[in-house]
């Protein structure tokens, strides 16, 4: 599926979203149970261009321009220390939490925080 960056404009081929439902019971830190599970790396897509990272990069945050092209959103977007995987979830936990999206921030923490911990990376799952 191909999605047209909000920020840059430019066509990215991203992951269609998801359309399944978990067969399994969740685990005790709200993990989704499988097939949905599975599916984590799709849950947030990036812009190859510019770096923006959200649930749909086609629709643009307030502000995020702003912020997707400062130093401090790209530290935590190239973070060498977590894995390549998880970095999509903590960059666009970043812009929800300066965009005072608190919740949702927490929620994609959490989520990068799974990645972390399914590829056997405590210390990222911990950050």
């Keep these: 599926m191909?999605?047209?960056?909000?920020?840059?404009g430019a066509d990215n081929q991203v992951a269609p979203e998801p359309q399944v439902q978990p067969a399994e019971?969740?685990?005790?830190?709200?993990?989704?149970?499988?097939?949905l599970r599975s599916t984590l790396g799709a849950w947030?897509?990036?812009?190859?261009?510019?770096?923006y990272c959200a649930s749909d990069?086609?629709?643009?945050?307030?502000r995020a321009a702003e912020l997707?092209?400062?130093e401090a959103?790209?530290?935590?977007?190239?973070?060498?220390?977590?894995?390549?995987?998880?970095r999509p979830f903590l960059a666009y936990a970043y812009l929800l939490d300066r965009l005072h999206e608190h919740a949702n921030a927490g929620w994609s923490a959490l989520?990068?925080?799974?990645?972390?911990?399914?590829?056997?990376?405590?210390?990222?799952?911990c950050r």
């Excluded at 191909?2 to 840059?8: N, Q």
């Excluded at 990069?57 to 307030?62: D, E, K, L």
């Excluded at 990068?112 to 590829?119: E, K, M, N």
């Design 57 to 62: 990069i086609s629709v643009g945050h307030a």
């Design 25 to 35: 019971p969740p685990d005790l830190d709200t993990r989704p149970g499988e097939p």
């Design 73 to 86: 959103y790209r530290q935590v977007l190239e973070d060498p220390a977590l894995p390549e995987k998880a």
């Design 44 to 51: 947030v897509q990036t812009c190859a261009s510019c770096g």
């Design 2 to 8: 191909i999605a047209r960056c909000a920020l840059c």
């Design 68 to 70: 997707v092209g400062s």
């Design 111 to 125: 989520q990068g925080a799974w990645v972390c911990d399914d590829l056997g990376n405590s210390e990222g799952a």
